[in-house]
């Protein structure tokens, strides 16, 4: 009978490393050990293509190989016998594989001879279990399938974002055992991805950035695609992906850097999952572990289909609040009537509001903050909608791709944090109120 | 061939794996459970389990070609040996020390690794009677210690 290789995925992360037996024209056998075997699908898997080696020598002119591959738990070993077809220098798989490679490196003692050159496709001709005694494997910590069908019940009874983003933590917590998450959301026009919620940090971060293309995070939205590293490395910190773009930004549309992104000082495995729907990146999820391995290619599968559930879920809902219908304004929201006025500072260039010289936000959540106070203060205006936002010129927003829901309930949470005494909430769907507990004194500039 | 320095490398705890080319130039391989070395270190006999590898056995004995890697995970330093003159020969039970001592040492060298004696113990588990020993005569010999010098030719022809 002949295996899939998706059944014996374990085998090929590393732990005990992988062999290749190739031959050259002549018929001289040639082995050498693999840092890395990439699951594709049950037809294929990928080598990293690191050094032009008397395997890669071998490969070009006889395509045949083996591998023998062995799995951590049991001690079971299986022989691949598998073709050589081309080499991926750029894209998904070659990101996935290059990450997962700086973390070897990193464990290995080998960063900075560790370079992924290529990612080199083979077909599987066949898969061969060796005789021999065999370990029983440890019961597995959690049924994915499980852990997938009550998230997926439980995303779906949610009536809201805020609710929605939420839920979606408490499964990752509760049915997946994930202490250590974070949920990012895309904003297409900058080119950056903000922290909407996260658990398991001091701080949650909410509002804090990081590029797009930087850093495991960063990568993962870039490429659409799961990256996973087992180790840790410094080459994928997010803290100096960070620090490395604010260094280079402009001062207009610097990157934000107020607001530090959480996360583990030691993370050593790392997971960053796209959220994505209809073909449009809506966010990135993000797991981290201070153990070394922790996600496998199981807990990869399982949170990327939670992931695109969510994702549907997230459009639904931004959806639902943009088609609702906008009701006049009634504006008997809670208006302030005494006490210390609070001074709220604007900087058009970079839309940042500052709350008695202390920084809350910028960009477009701050351009609609702004517009909220200054209609509040001139009008005494309390109700609004998502639908008036989005014709508001003062906004910009940056077109239907915008999120802007996302954009509220980053805002609310930031004013939420802060505890400044002003405050957003839902009316209804599409519709919100602002209530101040205190007079604001408003200065441009 | 074979100088001091990596005849003294080969019978530390080093993982010991042998690969050979099939009539149809498609390449064997397995582990081996220890090694030895022959003829005042002209020849290494390298102890297998010949259940596990009848294809690599049969490959020996039509071409008599054997590539032999040994590798000490702590260090990752790599040794490859390449023969042409590999025979396959009876086992004998006065080696059977050798076996475990070199067992016991790789247990405790992957032992930081996270790979538990249980599973070492499983994976190079054999019965006296189904070893063999395949003995050649290193005629090339490359470094295969990840960097810059991977696969650099340390003597013989490449």
Known sequence: ???????????????????????????????????????????????????????????????????????????????????????????????????????????TGMAGVFHLRG????????????????????????????????????LATCASLTSLLDTALDCLESEFALHHVMLLMHDEGRGRLYTLASRGYPESGVGSEIPFGAGVIGICAREKTPIRIGFMTKEYAYGRAIRDSAAADGMADALETAIPLPGLPEARSQLAVPIVAHDRLLGVLYLE??????????????????????????????????????????????????????????????????????????????????????????RRRTSFTNKGLRLDSRIRLPGVSDNLEARLVLLQRRLAERGAGIHLHKTGRGRFALAVDQPLQLLDG | ??????????????????????????????????????????????????????????????????????????????????????EVLPFD?????????????????????????????????????ALVMVAFSPCAAFSQTPGPRAGQSIGGTP
């Open chain 1, 1 to 107: 009978m002949n295996l899939r290789i998706e059944t014996i995925r374990e085998c090929l992360d590393g732990v005990i490393p992988g062999l290749i037996a190739t031959c050259d024209g002549e018929g001289v056998p040639n082995l050498a050990y693999l840092s890395q075997v990439q699951f594709v699908d049950n037809q294929h898997v990928a080598l990293s293509y690191q050094f032009f080696n008397r395997t890669r020598q071998n490969i070009l002119v006889n395509a045949r190989v083996r591998l023998l591959t062995t799995n951590p738990l049991t001690a079971a070993q299986y022989v691949l016998t598998l073709e050589y077809l081309h080499t991926e220098t750029s894209g998904p798989l070659f990101e996935q594989m290059k990450a997962k490679l700086a973390g070897i490196a990193s464990h």
């Open chain 1, 119 to 154: 990612a080199d496709i083979y077909r599987i001709l066949g898969i061969e279990q060796l005789p021999g005694p065999t370990l029983t494997p440890p019961p597995p910590s959690l049924n994915y399938l499980t852990a997938l069908r009550r998230s997926t019940n439980r």
């Open chain 1, 289 to 378: 572990s201070v153990a070394d391995l922790h996600f496998g290619y199981d807990d990869e599968d399982a949170l990327v289909a939670f992931a695109a559930h969510l994702g549907m879920a997230i459009h639904y809902h931004q959806q639902v609040e943009e088609l609702a219908e906008e009701l006049p304004a009634n504006d008997h929201g809670k208006v302030e009537s005494s006490g210390q006025p609070l001074l709220v500072r604007y900087f058009a260039g970079s839309d940042s509001i500052f709350l008695d010289d202390d920084y809350l936000i910028k960009g477009v959540a701050g351009a609609i903050l702004w517009a909220l106070l200054s209609d509040f203060v001139a």
């Open chain 2, 1 to 86: 061939m074979l100088d001091a320095d990596n005849a003294a490398f080969i019978q530390t705890s080093v993982s010991i794996s042998l690969a050979t080319c099939g009539v149809d130039h498609l390449p064997n391989l397995m582990r081996a459970v220890g090694c030895k070395l022959l003829d005042g270190g002209r020849r290494v006999g390298i102890f297998l389990n010949a259940t596990l590898a009848p294809a690599l056995l049969a490959d020996i004995r039509t071409n008599r070609r054997v590539a032999c890697v040994f590798c000490l995970p702590s260090s990752n330093r790599t040794l490859q040996l390449k023969g042409e003159d590999a």
């Open chain 2, 93 to 129: 039970p006065a080696d059977l020390p050798l076996i475990a001592e070199h067992l016991a040492d790789f247990v405790v060298e992957v032992a930081p690794e996270g790979v538990p004696e249980s599973v070492v113990r499983t994976l190079f588990a054999y019965r006296p009677d």
